[in-house]
């Protein structure tokens, strides 16, 4: 059982960066798998980001490609996503995820693939 809390989000303008956190507790953090979802008002749940369990091996959707980072602190039990070049269409509510099982890009894609989801964190970017 894993426990996720997002944190970070925020009011930030067109251009400008933000950090999200994504804290867990329980077992065997090392052994899961992770991702990065958002959601906009009146829109599906998108895939953002997934990474390993190791961290060395990440996924992107093409919309963030050379824009956003994806890592994972083993020993702080905590994955984040650093977000720069922020536009307004990034805003939305942004959720982690989690999961024993790395699978292909497909699979990680997939919010079905996913046991465990935090509670989301908004990210608001004016323009």
């Known amino acids: 059982q894993v426990q996720l809390v997002e944190s970070g989000g925020g009011l930030v303008q067109a251009g400008g960066s933000l950090r999200l956190s994504c804290a867990a507790s329980g077992r065997s953090f090392s052994s899961y798998a992770m991702g990065w979802f958002r959601q906009a008002p009146g829109k599906e749940r998108e895939f953002v980001m997934a990474i390993s369990w190791s961290g060395g091996t990440t996924y992107y959707a093409d919309f963030v490609k050379g824009r956003f980072t994806i890592s994972k602190d083993n020993v702080k039990n905590t994955m984040y996503l650093q977000m720069n070049s922020l536009k307004p269409e990034d805003t939305a509510e942004y959720y982690c995820?989690?999961?024993?099982?790395?699978?292909?890009?497909?699979?990680?894609?997939?919010?079905?693939?996913?046991?465990?989801w935090g509670q989301g964190t908004q990210v608001t970017v004016s323009s």
């Open positions: 995820a989690a999961d024993r099982w790395f699978a292909t890009m497909a699979g990680m894609s997939s919010s079905a693939h996913y046991d465990y």
